[in-house]
């Protein structure tokens, strides 16, 4: 019997994963005509992408500072941002080629997302239900969105996560301390995703505890599930930690800046921005779709709910409060709960109630007669939006040419705000003047330009650079992390680099320590010399910060393999 229903299992995962690589196939298969989907954060991801691709070849396995953001001045953009993204992306670029990068992750992930899904719902819905549960959710209506309007691969990959987020508090809620290595991978690896999607989701863990503390009738659940969630803050605990301790030395609060706010981004807004209202009232015309059918087809559901007590009790739970979330009314948690403001959209809890989305809507249509209509009737309203989505979308080849090619020619991409080391007014910044933002061919302008210099010579007093100065230098090594030079000048002499000043650059002038000055504004390190002959070298330092979280992540993974290895042998021996 054992036999038959693993023989079972394994027939419906092959149907299953066939029906998501061709639904995936069909999301990305516009951009084998149109190009790529040009999306809110596209050229900040795929610049990215491109840097981190170029610092693996000079040798740098884990990159911290974005050596070409900013027009070559960089930024500490890899210390915030999770690391799962541009990895997966860089390593994307690097074996395919890169006009295919973007369309190989998102159906990569999109894949993913339903194989998820299909763990989570495997066991209470039949071989086909489970099937249909995993393509609709791997193609739901918000996944369509980050594809085609907002290009934002980091949450798409975090949002392929959460069914197995779900599923790990439900082993965590039925079997106690046996499901916390399981969820503690997962919760490490959201975190190690998207920041914004990490802030839902630690939310949304807690939350299903609770429930399963009242389902259970006692507070194990709870404890089990925070053992858990400590282990992944453990495991993800290299970039949390720096990327915790470091923001007071960047201009973080910009992340919250304009438009930014959750205030700003409820349903239906109203600002003085129409291109920033429509785009709102396209996704709050889509979450109101999603909210409604999520909401009948849970009340359907509940007359199976004897097949899942738990599971249904979490959905409608973390349903409901994701919906409410999104709502005007909820604005003082988002005031006062801790981090909740830096989820930025309310309409990100999407990504939780499409879960609920995909797994109700299947098990109300297992009511029907014939449940394949109703199928039929969604897969039609999905292709139908899709089609409206890749018709409105932004197509554009140009974007990873013209990022590419910056970064060759050394003219680097545009950075952030919130990532400027903090006193840098980055519009300051030579080879900034020629962008704009409402330019969205920026970066072709400044290929007309010639490049910053890496060096250059100063007035000490001005601070503006001469252009016949008296210094000569010749270049040892300029990569992301060591800048190296030697120098030469009759008298005293400041030079300064193509770097802004951050806390993890430390400079040395012929081995001993040195400590440069900062031009006003545009915090570009100065560097006084004495005459003479000198050689200065400028590194970008481990701080303790980064060591202490690379250390408990190795910590953890070790504590996290040793449990491991012990629970096998008590399961072995067959001891409770």
């Given amino acids: 019997m054992a036999g038959f229903t693993s023989s079972k299992s394994g027939k419906s995962l092959v149907i299953t994963l066939l029906l998501l690589v061709a639904s995936a196939t069909a999301v990305v298969s516009p951009m084998f005509f149109h190009g790529n989907a040009s999306g809110h954060d596209f050229q900040f991801h795929l610049a990215s992408w491109l840097d981190v691709s170029g610092q693996w070849r000079e040798g740098i396995v884990y990159p911290r500072w974005a050596e070409w953001a900013n027009w070559g001045f960089g930024e500490p953009r890899f210390v915030f941002y999770p690391p799962a993204s541009w990895m997966i992306g860089a390593g994307l670029g690097s074996v395919l080629p890169w006009r295919m990068a973007p369309g190989a992750y998102i159906w990569l992930t999109l894949i993913l997302a339903g194989l998820a899904m299909w763990c989570l719902s495997r066991e209470w819905l039949s071989g086909p239900q489970a099937a249909a549960t995993a393509v609709f959710f791997a193609v739901n209506p918000y996944h369509l969105v980050v594809v085609y309007y907002r290009s934002d691969f980091a949450e798409l990959l975090a949002s392929a996560l959460f069914p197995l987020m779900i599923w790990g508090a439900l082993q965590i809620i039925r079997h106690g301390w046996r499901g916390v290595p399981f969820l503690s991978l997962v919760f490490a690896a959201i975190w190690l995703s998207n920041a914004p999607a990490a802030v839902i989701a630690t939310y949304s863990l807690a939350l299903l505890l609770v429930v399963g503390c009242f389902l259970r009738r006692n507070v194990r659940p709870l404890i089990s599930g925070a053992t858990a969630m400590t282990a992944g803050f453990g495991l993800a605990a290299l970039y949390i930690i720096p990327a915790a301790y470091e923001q007071r030395w960047v201009q973080i609060a910009e992340v919250l800046a304009q438009n930014l706010r959750p205030g700003q981004n409820f349903l239906f807004t109203h600002a003085n921005d129409p291109e920033f209202v429509l785009f709102n009232w396209k996704v709050s015309g889509i979450a109101l779709g999603v909210i409604l059918v999520t909401s009948i087809a849970a009340v359907f559901a509940e007359r199976s709910r004897k097949q899942f007590p738990e599971l249904w009790w979490m959905l409608v739970v973390l349903g409901s409060a994701s919906a409410l979330l999104m709502f005007p009314p909820t604005s003082l948690l988002w005031r006062y709960l801790p981090k909740l403001r830096f989820v930025q959209f309310p309409w990100r809890w999407l990504v939780p109630l499409d879960v609920a989305f995909a797994y109700f809507f299947v098990a109300a249509s297992g009511r029907c007669r014939r449940p394949w209509a109703c199928w039929l009737v969604l897969s039609l309203a999905i292709c139908t ?165 690379a250390s408990i992540s190795a910590l953890s993974a070790l504590v996290l393999l040793a449990a491991l290895v012990l629970a096998r042998k008590r399961w072995k021996m067959n001891i409770p």
């Fill in 385 to 549: 939006m899709a089609t409206a989505m890749v018709k409105d979308a932004w197509w554009d080849s140009a974007d990873i040419p013209v990022l590419a090619a910056g970064i060759q020619s050394q003219h680097g991409y545009e950075g952030t705000d919130e990532y400027a080391p903090a006193g840098c007014d980055r519009y300051r910044l030579p080879g900034s003047e020629q962008s704009s933002d409402d330019d969205d061919s920026d970066l072709s302008k400044q290929l007309l330009v010639a490049p910053t210099p890496p060096i250059a010579e100063v007035d000490p007093e001005s601070g503006n650079e001469i252009s016949s100065g008296t210094a000569h230098w010749h270049i040892d090594q300029w990569t992301a992390k060591r800048k190296a030079f030697t120098a030469q000048s009759s008298r005293p002499t400041t030079l300064t680099l193509r770097l802004i000043n951050y806390p993890a650059w430390e400079a040395r002038l012929d081995n001993a320590a040195f400590s440069p000055t900062v031009q006003p504004g545009t915090a570009r390190l100065l560097l006084a010399l004495p005459s003479g002959s000198h050689h200065v070298e400028v590194r970008f330092r481990r701080t303790w910060d980064r060591t202490l979280g």
